[in-house]
């Protein structure tokens, strides 16, 4: 399928590999990998998976290596997966899985009883559209706002930020991270070079600990409190194909948990298994929701271009993970930094 460019005067992306955006999209080098990646089928995603089991550095699989169409969609208010009906053409991804559950009881969708889908939990309304407009703002550099207060200097003007801002990334993102830069090829990791974590952030970070805390700490678990080393945020805009490879993310820094919060508007995020099904999961506006268990290591997860619509804010929240190896200065460096708040 060949995409309209759009008028615009970048004349390269950030794109490698198995990524793209509207700019490369129709390139020879994504041409290319999308012809080879459906050959090789479900492959692609099976090697990330071995790669993960054995904690080696993972590339991304490749939606164009899956089916086109999700046959299966979870719904987040009650849990429940459910086959899509026979109606279902995959062309509106939101018409396919955004789904109330009256929608998915009475609409012929059946329960789907074969899968299990376990360690997903959401938060709904973890924000307000108040405080999300504080975090959305913060983030697109406007003059900060805490609690709906602008912070001012005593001479009245406002004070600058001491963060640098979107930056462009891959797949037609732009990102700012908050937290350790790693390398995951050579197992380094630095600490951030920020002064410390943004003050916008606290009231989120501190609501969805708690919030982690009671679905995932249990005598089975066994886990910790959920203690927040990054916070990672991404823009998406469906105007230039914003998307995100299925991935795990990196087992050997990032812990048992990876939390996250939508927005601006929501998006739909595909599971797929190491034996190919896929799940379609609607992750609404200004829900919370948290990887654990087997959504965190036995489900890869990414999102569509068709996934996004609009323009699309995500903040990550990870842990570190118990075995990373990092000496316990760094540690505490990285741990001072996110409880640190500027």
């Keep these: 399928m060949e995409y309209e460019q759009p008028e615009t005067s970048a004349a390269h992306c950030n794109c490698t590999g198995l990524r793209y955006c509207i700019i490369c999209v129709n390139s020879d080098r994504v041409k290319s990998i999308k012809e080879d990646a459906e050959k090789n089928g479900v492959e692609l995603a099976r090697s990330v998976f071995e790669k993960n089991k054995q904690q080696l550095p993972q590339s991304s699989c490749a939606f164009s290596a899956l089916p086109s169409i999700s046959p299966m969609a979870w719904c987040a208010a009650c849990g429940t997966i459910f086959v899509k009906p026979s109606t279902s053409t995959g062309n509106d991804v939101y018409l396919d899985s955004n789904k109330g559950c009256c929608a998915h009881f009475d609409g012929g969708w059946e329960p789907c009883l074969d899968i299990e889908f376990k360690g997903l939990f959401g938060f709904p309304g973890l924000i307000d559209e108040a405080y999300e407009a504080i975090l959305a703002d913060f983030l697109d550099g406007k003059p900060r706002r805490i609690e709906d207060a602008v912070v001012i200097a005593e001479d009245g003007s406002s004070i600058p930020s001491p963060f640098p801002g979107w930056k462009d990334s891959q797949s037609g993102r732009r990102k700012q991270d908050f937290g350790p830069a790693p390398n995951f090829k050579k197992r380094k990791v630095k600490s951030s070079e920020l002064p410390g974590m943004p003050i916008e952030l606290k009231r989120l970070l501190t609501t969805i600990m708690s919030e982690v805390d009671g679905v995932t700490m249990n005598p089975t678990t066994e886990l910790p409190p959920f203690v927040i080393a990054q916070a990672s945020c991404l823009d998406y805009d ?105």
């Design 238 to 342: 469906s105007s230039v194909l914003s998307n995100l490879d299925p991935h795990v993310d990196d087992v050997w820094l990032w812990g048992p948990r990876v939390a996250g919060v939508s927005l601006l508007a929501g998006c739909i995020m595909t599971f797929v298994r190491e034996d190919g099904v896929m799940v379609d999961v609607h992750l609404p506006r200004r829900w919370g929701f948290v990887l654990s268990g087997e959504s965190r290591f036995q489900w890869l997860h990414g999102i569509r271009h068709s996934g996004i619509q609009g323009r699309r804010l995500s903040i990550t929240m990870r842990e570190l993970a118990p075995g990373a190896g990092l000496d316990e200065e760094l540690k505490n460096t990285i741990l001072n930094f996110a409880q640190n708040y500027v």
